[in-house]
């Protein structure tokens, strides 16, 4: 017995440093994915986050399973596991570093070689999303930035693309209206309205938004707009800086609100070439 104890000992210590088969390298950077499918769908954490943390925080696994799409978590760069992304005014290590996330995301869609392409994110992952957009619209089908602000300084797609906002109205993180930070994340950060006057006009919306209550999130719809591309704005009423209906991204966050933004980001992406 004693002489099968090492021999026992390297195969438990193998099965435990075997590598998980949901995590991908590209170049030198990591990403998971889970499920399959066709669709696509790439969630990109927050400041000081990963991609197993998005996961856990927004649900989208489970979402995935049940819907039938790929559910796809990168991670950002940074010298420890708390990653940033350079969002072009915006965040820490990756900004400061000028590392290139846009090509970064490109080559993650080229690799997964997937028919559609979504694209969402909470905080400094949104406003990658939004630059994403402004960037790389010929790769993606459509975004959902959640609490995060369009920090890029200019923003000319090379088509219109549907776009799905989620923000509250009592973050402090990234401000509702625009300003400085009084948490965590330094800098002023532009209003939610100017991203969403820079996409209703990137997207030729006409007439004013079609608005509707539900509980705690106020929803106001562009739908006017060209190529049957659509703007909407859902502004959580009391809402701080969190996924709404998801699971606090860190002890002491924001509680998230009673509304699915998982479910209803992939409904809106279901709608728009999903």
């Known amino acids: ?141 459509a975004i959902a930035p959640v609490s995060g602000s369009l920090g890029v300084p200019s923003c000319e797609p090379s088509r219109p693309l549907p776009v799905y906002v989620i923000h509250g109205d009592a973050d402090q993180v990234v401000p509702y209206a625009g300003g400085k930070s009084a948490k965590r994340v330094a800098g002023s950060h532009p209003s939610v309205g100017y991203a969403v006057g820079v996409w209703t006009g990137v997207d030729r919306c006409t007439g004013a938004p079609v608005r509707s209550v539900s509980g705690v999130v106020v929803s106001d719809r562009y739908t006017s707009c060209a190529s049957g591309t659509e703007v909407r704005l859902d502004t959580i009423t009391g809402g701080g800086h969190a996924w709404p209906g998801g699971v606090p991204g860190r002890r002491g966050a924001d509680q998230p609100a009673d509304f699915d933004a998982s479910a209803a980001i992939w409904a809106f992406f279901t709608t728009h070439g999903g």
């Open 1 to 141: 017995m004693r002489r099968l104890l090492p021999a026992l000992l390297l195969l438990l210590v193998a099965g435990c440093s075997r590598p998980d088969p949901d995590v991908h390298t590209l170049g030198e950077r990591t990403y998971r994915t889970h499920g399959s499918g066709g669709t696509a769908v790439i969630v990109l954490h927050g400041g000081g986050g990963n991609g197993a943390q998005i996961a856990e925080q927004t649900g989208f696994d489970a979402l995935a399973d049940r819907e039938g799409f790929r559910a796809v978590y990168p991670d950002g760069s940074g010298r420890t596991d708390l990653r940033t992304w350079n969002a072009g005014s915006c965040c820490a290590y990756a900004h400061d570093q000028g590392v290139d996330d846009v090509g970064f995301i490109r080559a993650l869609i080229a690799e997964l070689d997937a028919d559609r392409v979504f694209v969402t994110g909470f905080s400094n992952g949104a406003m990658l999303t939004y630059r994403l957009g402004c960037e790389l619209a010929d790769e993606i089908t």
